[in-house]
C-alpha cells in the first residue's frame, strides 16, 4: 500500500500554472515532466518498464501551438494502442478534439477531457470581431491607412453593417451560443443555426430566440452570414463548397470561420469570392495550416489571422483550473466533470466474482432552464468481496467497464498482504473451461480468457504469462463429453485460436486422445501484490466487510448480494 502512481504533464511554454493545487497534488502521486523528443520516443517510454509505463492520468495544458512539443500528436490513433491499461484519463487543454482519437481512447476505458468554456470569451470574442470586419472590411482599411489611402475608396461599394442583419451558426455549442448572444446583443441580428439536434436550451437563452435548421443547405438562403463553429469530423469535411455557396442570395455571402480550416473547401470559397457569391470573408482557422492559401492573401475582402482565437490570459489560467479538476473528480468520484464521450454508453459484459454487492445510488433528476427538456443520472457502487484472482480481475474489469462507478474491494486480504494462505507458495492458475457446453458461463469464461490475453501482452510484470497447455483423455473425444452437441467442436475452440491434436506418438501411455491449446498462467505471488496499484484507479480496498454494509444501510442505498 502507499505507493504513489504517475501523473505526466505536457507542458507549454504559454500556460498558467497553480502553484498551490499542482503541489498538493505531488502530494499524492509522482508528478512527471513530459520531455521527449518525438512521438516515437513517446511510445517506448510507455511500454512495460518504460518511464510512463505506470502512468495514471496525463494532462496537456497551455497553448499547444507553441513549444517544442507543438507538432506532436500523441493522441492520435497510432499512439493509442500503446498507452498502458493504468492510463485513466487524459485531460487536454482547448475545445477542439479532432487530433486525438477519443473513440480508440474510450474503447480502452480512457477518458478524455477537453476544457469546453475555458476559451469561450476568448473565441467568441475574436469572431464578433471577424464578423463585423466581413461586413465593413476595417482590417483592410487599416492597411490602406498604412499603405495605400486612395485604394480605400472602393470599400464604399460593398461595405455594410450588420445590425438587423441574419446570422447562421453552424455548432449552437458553448462558443456558437457565446457569440449568437454578443451578435443579438451588439446588432440585434437574426439568429439561425445548424447543427444535427434542436438546441432548446441555447434557444431560450437568446432573447430572440433562434431558427433551427437541419441541413446548411436549407439555411444558406436565408443568411447575411454564416459562422462555423462546429467540431471538425469525416461529416464536416468541406461543409461549406461550390454547392452551397451557390445558395447564397444575391446581395452575397458573409463567411466567418473559427472552427477548423478543412471545414472550408478553400478554393471554392476562391472561386466564390471571384464570382460574388461570397462578398467578405474572415477566417481565423486555414485548410492548410500552418500557413494560408495564397490565393486569399492578397484578396481585400478576406480578414486573415493565425489561428489565435484562444490567445488570452484568460484562456490559460481556465485551462489549467479545468484540467486540475477534471483529473481531481476522477480520482475523488470516478467521474471527471467534463468529457468528450461518456464511458458509461459503452456496453459490455463484466466478469462474475465469488460474490459482488451492487449499490446503487439514484440521483435527482435536473431540469434544463427555460425548457422542458430533463435528464437522469444514475452512479453504481460495486463492492467485491474477495481479494483473490477472481476478485482482483472483477475489480479491475468492472473499473475498466465502468470507469464512472465507484468500486470497492472488501476482503480478509489485500494485495500488498504477504500471508501464506493469501500468497501460497504452491498457488498458481491457468484458464481452462471444462464443460461442453457452459451456456451463460462461456460468455464469462470468453471475457475472462481475453482479459488474461490483455494482460500477458500489455503487462508482463503482472504475472500473466501466455502457456501452452496440453490435456489427455483415456477415451476417444466422441466419448469424453467436451463436444458442444449442436456444433460438434469444443465451444472455445475459436476462442483460443484452435486445439491442436497430439499425434498417438506423443500421448502418454493409456492415453486414447490429447489436444494443445493455448493458455495462461497466474503466477499467483506476482498476480496478487501487482494489483498494489488499484487504489490509484479509485478502487478502495477494506478488510472490515461487515463495517461497509452498515455504512451502504445507513446511507439508505439498496444493496443487492449475488453470490455464487
Not at 438546441?199 to 454564416?226: F, Q, V, W
Not at 471571384?274 to 492548410?288: I, K, Q
Not at 508482463?460 to 501452452?468: C, F, L, T
Amino acid at each position: 500500500m502507499g505507493v504513489k502512481a504517475d501523473i505526466l504533464f505536457i507542458e507549454s511554454p504559454v500556460q498558467a500554472v497553480d502553484t498551490a493545487r499542482r503541489e498538493a497534488l505531488a502530494k499524492k502521486f509522482n508528478i512527471l515532466y513530459y520531455d521527449c523528443d518525438s512521438v516515437n520516443d513517446f511510445i517506448e517510454r510507455l511500454k512495460p518498464g518504460g518511464q510512463y509505463s505506470r502512468v495514471v492520468a496525463i494532462v496537456r495544458n497551455g497553448w499547444h501551438k507553441v513549444g517544442k512539443f507543438a507538432s506532436q500528436r500523441l493522441f492520435a490513433p497510432e499512439v493509442v494502442p500503446h498507452f498502458p491499461p493504468c492510463l485513466r484519463i487524459i485531460c487536454c487543454s482547448g475545445h477542439g478534439y479532432d487530433a486525438s482519437d477519443v473513440k480508440g481512447l474510450s474503447a480502452r476505458g480512457i477518458w478524455f477531457c477537453n476544457t469546453p468554456g475555458a476559451c469561450t470569451e476568448a473565441v467568441s470574442n475574436t469572431a464578433w470581431f471577424l464578423v463585423l470586419d466581413t461586413f465593413r472590411y476595417l482590417s483592410y482599411a487599416q492597411w490602406c491607412a498604412r499603405y495605400d489611402w486612395n485604394a480605400s475608396r472602393e470599400l464604399g461599394f460593398t461595405a455594410s453593417d450588420p445590425c438587423g442583419q441574419s446570422l447562421g451558426i453552424v455548432g449552437l455549442g458553448d462558443i456558437g451560443l457565446a457569440i449568437a448572444q454578443k451578435c443579438e446583443s451588439a446588432w440585434g441580428m437574426k439568429i439561425h443555426y445548424q447543427g444535427p439536434h434542436r438546441k432548446i436550451c441555447a434557444e431560450g437563452l437568446l432573447r430572440n430566440g433562434a431558427i433551427y435548421h437541419s441541413r446548411i443547405s436549407d439555411m444558406i438562403p436565408e443568411l447575411d452570414c454564416t459562422l462555423l463553429a462546429a467540431p471538425y469530423s469525416d461529416e464536416t469535411h468541406h461543409l461549406l463548397s461550390t454547392n452551397e455557396f451557390a445558395l447564397a442570395k444575391k446581395t452575397g455571402l458573409r463567411v466567418v470561420n473559427i472552427a477548423r480550416g478543412k471545414i472550408i473547401d478553400e478554393e471554392a470559397l476562391i472561386e466564390a469570392l471571384a464570382w460574388g457569391e461570397v462578398v467578405g470573408a474572415g477566417l481565423d482557422v486555414h485548410e492548410m495550416e500552418p500557413g494560408v492559401n495564397s490565393k486569399l492573401k492578397d484578396n481585400w475582402k478576406v480578414t486573415l489571422l493565425p489561428h489565435i482565437e484562444v490567445c488570452s490570459s484568460v484562456s490559460w489560467q481556465n485551462f489549467e483550473k479545468i484540467n486540475l479538476d477534471n483529473l481531481e473528480a476522477l480520482f475523488t468520484t470516478g467521474r471527471p466533470i467534463n468529457y468528450v464521450m461518456d464511458l458509461n454508453s459503452r456496453t459490455g459484459d463484466l466478469i462474475p466474482s465469488q460474490a459482488v454487492i451492487t449499490l446503487h445510488l439514484k440521483y435527482t433528476e435536473a431540469s434544463c432552464s427555460k425548457n422542458t427538456e430533463r435528464f437522469h443520472y444514475t452512479m453504481s457502487f460495486y463492492v467485491v468481496v474477495g481479494a483473490g484472482v477472481i476478485g482482483l480481475t472483477t475489480a479491475l474489469e468492472l473499473k475498466d467497464r465502468y470507469p464512472s462507478a465507484n468500486v470497492t474491494i472488501a476482503a480478509k486480504y489485500l494485495p500488498g498482504d504477504s500471508f501464506a494462505d493469501y500468497t501460497s507458495n504452491w498457488g498458481g492458475a491457468n484458464w481452462f473451461p471444462a464443460s461442453a457446453d457452459n451456456g451463460r458461463q462461456e460468455k464469462w469464461d470468453s471475457i475472462t480468457y481475453k482479459k488474461f490475453k490483455h494482460l500477458s501482452r500489455v503487462r508482463p510484470d503482472s504475472g500473466v504469462k501466455a502457456m501452452n497447455i496440453r490435456f489427455h483423455y483415456n477415451r476417444p473425444i466422441e466419448e469424453v463429453g467436451i463436444l458442444t452437441p449442436s456444433t460438434g467442436k469444443v465451444w472455445f475452440d475459436d476462442l483460443v485460436g484452435g486445439l491442436k491434436p497430439i499425434e498417438k506418438n506423443n500421448l502418454p501411455s493409456g492415453a486414447a486422445f490429447g489436444f494443445e491449446m493455448a493458455s495462461f498462467v497466474l503466477d499467483v505471488q506476482r498476480y496478487l501484490p501487482w494489483y498494489d496499484w488499484l487504489p490509484t484507479l479509485a478502487i478502495k480496498p477494506m478488510a472490515d466487510v461487515y463495517r461497509l454494509q452498515m455504512e451502504a444501510h445507513s446511507r439508505g442505498i439498496d444493496i443487492r448480494v449475488n453470490i455464487r
